[in-house]
């Protein structure tokens, strides 16, 4: 599986992927080719970029070198913006992430206190989404809860992105861990 929206050029909003199958019996092929027949296809622009991804420009083409230059230079801020995430997130009371690699989200592991646990719940909320919600009303930082995302009985969690703009993302770290902060103070 790859899709346009995830790949390097990050060009969420643009629909179009693709799907390649080895070794699949005849018959396999026929039910998935069914299956996928009564979906809706990509519009034009998700069906460019799906052709552009997979097929681009070669050495000596016209824009090969642009090409290159461009995507290396995504490739890198892509890695800064991950370390610099990493790397805040890793310094913060209350959290644990791993190093973001090969993807453009983090999942930390937030250790919430026992009163904003009974706090959510007095709200009727997971954990996670307490926090997350006080963080958007708080801060404008969207994370999307762990609960989503199947994580382990007794954890919490939520997804966050490195992709705020290379000059912005300090800035995000920065608002992010003064809530953090302030949120283990108001429920220690």
Known sequence: FHSVSKGVFGECGRRGGY???????AEAMAQLYKLLSIGLCSNLDGQLMVDLMVAPPKPGDPSYDLYHSETRGIFESLQRRAATLSTALQAMEGISCR?????????????????????????????????ALRLLAETGICVVPGTGFRQVEGTFHFRTTILPAEDKIALVTERLAEFQKKFMAEFA
Do not use: R, W
């Not at 646990?117 to 909320?125: L, V």
């Open 99 to 131: 190093v973001v690699q090969g993807s453009m989200y983090a999942f930390p592991c937030i250790h919430l206190p026992p009163k904003a646990i009974a706090a959510a719940k007095a709200e009727g909320k997971s954990p996670d989404a307490f926090y």
């Open 19 to 25: 799907l390649e199958c080895y070794n699949l019996t």
